[in-house]
């Protein structure tokens, strides 16, 4: 069964960074359009940036993370990360790594995610 297992979450203050990381296990990740998405309570989960061996590791980042945060594969280590720079409140959430087919033509959403990690916590105070 394909499991993905995020780390790396915790709380810190704003401007501050984090290192998120998803280690996945029976499948390999250059196989799959990878991407990592978030979930505040009360608001639906959103997609953060997603990642595509295939081509040249093409990458999308949504407008509110752009030029902070970058996504990353290790393939050797079949390892997804997540590196998060200067840190706000509103990036407070449960973040999830997600992996869909890499056939996708219009990017990873929501509706094509075929595997979830169970999320771990990033917390940024004021």
């Known amino acids: 069964q394909v499991q993905l297992v995020e780390s790396g979450g915790g709380s810190v203050q704003a401007g501050g960074s984090l290192r998120l990381s998803c280690a996945a296990s029976?499948?390999?990740?250059?196989?799959?359009?990878m991407g990592w998405f978030r979930q505040s309570p009360g608001k639906e989960r959103e997609k953060v940036t997603t990642?595509?061996?295939?081509?040249?590791?093409?990458?999308w980042y949504a407008d509110p993370v752009q030029g902070r945060f970058t996504i990353s594969q290790d393939n050797a280590k079949n390892t997804l990360y997540l590196q998060m720079y200067s840190l706000k409140p509103e990036d407070t959430a449960m973040y999830y790594c997600?992996?869909?087919?890499?056939?996708?033509?219009?990017?990873?959403?929501?509706?094509?995610?075929?595997?979830w990690g169970q999320g771990t916590q990033v917390t940024v105070s004021s």
């Open positions: 997600a992996a869909g087919p890499l056939t996708l033509l219009r990017g990873l959403n929501r509706d094509d995610v075929a595997y």
């Open positions: 029976v499948v390999t990740l250059s196989t799959l359009y």
């Open positions: 990642i595509r061996s295939g081509d040249g590791r093409t990458s």
